[in-house]
């Protein structure tokens, strides 16, 4: 059965630093596209960063470019989002996604998610 998890979310000050890290487990895994969401309270979910399973394809929603960073270890099978510079607008519940192939448009597994709060 697949699985997602997510840990390393917390409270930090506007511009500190957090890492999420990401568990996956269930057939064909190691294969998975993995992306990041987040949804902030009274707002949709949005999409923030993906890794191919090779990590040869990334990409990021243009408000985090240069300052978050998704990589993905193959040996572990886990995935991390390394946020730097954060802002109190990054303050939202973090979910972990995975989709067989980053050419697919929807993303069928899902963590429970991890709260990340910004304070100003």
């Known amino acids: 059965q697949a699985q997602l998890e997510e840990s390393g979310g917390g409270l930090v000050r506007a511009g500190g630093s957090l890492s999420l890290s990401c568990a996956a487990s269930?057939?064909?895994?190691?294969?998975?596209?993995t992306g990041w969401f987040r949804q902030a309270p009274g707002k949709e979910r949005e999409f923030v960063a993906a890794v191919s399973w090779s990590g040869s394809r990334i990409e990021y929603v243009d408000s985090v470019k240069g300052r978050f960073t998704i990589s993905r270890d193959r040996a572990t099978n886990m995935a991390y989002l390394r946020m730097n510079s954060l802002k109190p607008e990054d303050t939202a519940v973090y979910y972990c996604?995975?989709?067989?192939?980053?050419?697919?448009?929807?993303?069928?597994?899902w963590g429970q998610g991890t709260q990340v709060t910004v304070s100003s």
């Open positions: 996604a995975a989709k067989q192939d980053w050419s697919n448009s929807q993303y069928v597994y």
């Open positions: 269930g057939r064909g895994s190691d294969y998975w596209t």
